[in-house]
């Protein structure tokens, strides 16, 4: 099993520009979740889904869709990056549901100009 | 909406000191968990507690979960250089996960 794989690793965009950050998982899992981590602030979750058609809002979702349609898949897509939107951003998965053991990618180290 | 909070925010201690993180959730909650991250690196489950009162221990890490169900703790004893990273508590916040600011552990050898 790969687990949680994110791409890409590294990513450098322009204010206004748009991307999609990958995000799958071979393990089955109905449950994922999109976070990202800035410095002295943890882990904030942007949007999760409960599985394949239904997503929901966390924390801090604006400037961030997301869509579930496959259980395997969740991109996170940037509409319009913004400087406040350069971050680390980790998709996790878990068996059910979000408060079960989370198993976290890699990681995608995103900055906009 | 519910917080959880997370003391202290860093720590620097000499290898073979004892280490302890402090956990406290607006509201009670059903189970907590630890996770550890690594410099560079992705969270990493640790333990889950969902018992009051419960305490688990893994070799030299030590997992406490309060009584009323709204405050953990994760106590090293004699750390290591191996145990440097952010170590971070998450509560369940109906169906997802509220993640502490984490704690930055340094170790000097």
């Known amino acids: 099993n790969a687990g949680v794989t994110q791409t890409p690793k590294f990513q450098v965009l322009k204010t206004g520009q748009s991307m999609t950050l990958q995000c799958a998982q071979d393990?089955?899992?109905?449950?994922m979740s999109w976070y990202r981590q800035d410095p002295g602030m943890g882990l904030r979750l942007i949007h999760y889904?409960?599985?394949?058609?239904?997503?929901d809002q966390g924390e801090v979702p604006n400037g961030y869709n997301v869509s579930r349609s496959t259980t395997e898949d969740f991109p996170l897509r940037l509409l319009s990056a913004a400087p406040s939107q350069t971050s680390v951003y980790f998709c996790?998965?878990?068996?059910?549901?979000?408060?079960?053991?989370?198993?976290f990618g890699p990681g995608t180290r995103l900055t906009v100009l | 909406g519910q917080q959880v909070m997370q003391i202290p925010q860093y720590q620097h201690v000499q290898e073979g000191e004892d280490f302890t993180t402090y956990c406290n959730s607006s509201?009670?909650?059903?189970?907590i968990q630890w996770y550890k991250q690594r410099p560079g690196g992705h969270p990493v489950f640790l333990i889950q507690?969902?018992?009051?009162?419960e305490v688990k221990k893994q070799k030299r890490l030590t997992f406490q979960f309060g009584e009323a169900k709204k405050n953990s703790s994760l106590h090293i004893t004699a750390t290591q250089t191996t145990d440097v990273g952010t170590y971070f508590c998450?509560?369940?916040?109906?169906?997802?996960?509220?993640f502490g600011a984490g704690t930055i552990l340094r170790v000097k050898s």
């Open positions: 393990m089955n899992h109905e449950y």
């Open positions: 996790a998965s878990s068996f059910l549901a979000g408060d079960n053991e989370q198993f």
């Open positions: 998450a509560g369940d916040g109906g169906n997802k996960l509220v």
């Open positions: 509201t009670t909650l059903s189970n």
């Open positions: 507690l969902v018992k009051s009162g």
């Open positions: 889904s409960v599985g394949a058609g239904i997503t």
